[in-house]
Each structure stands twice: as C-alpha cells, then as structure tokens.
C-alpha cells in the first residue's frame, strides 16, 4: 500500500498549490497553506471514488497522507 504525498509550494501571486504526484491532475489551489492542503486532499478522494465507480484500478493505500513543504 501506499502513501499520498501533498507537495506544497507558494506562488508568486501569494496563493498556495498542492499537488499529489502519485495522482496526476490531482492539484489545487487555496488562499492559504492549509486550505490548498485541504482541497488537494479532498480532490484526490474524489478522483479515488470516480476510477472506483468507473473499474479503474487505484493505488492501494495505508496512511493516506503525508504533508511536504
């Protein structure tokens, strides 16, 4: 099973990005570090549930999260 990593990185305009890389176009923004955590986080269990619904394969997870940057 495996991890989701949130990276997290500021722009230059001041919002804040998160990324899960082991999801591609899993990314969202937020006016503040947590709330760009918060939406990537729950982006990413959207599109867990759409590929479930659909029949696509998913990687198997264990701790779900971890927060970097």
Do not use: C, N
């Amino acid at each position: 099973m495996s991890d989701f990593t949130v990276d997290i990185d500021r722009e230059t305009d001041g919002r804040w990005i998160g990324e899960i890389p082991e999801l591609p176009g899993v990314l969202a923004y937020g006016s503040s570090r947590d709330e760009a955590v918060a939406r990537t986080k729950a982006l990413a269990f959207r599109v867990l549930a759409d590929r479930l619904e659909h029949g696509e394969d998913i990687p198997e997870v264990h701790g779900v999260f971890s927060i970097q940057g």
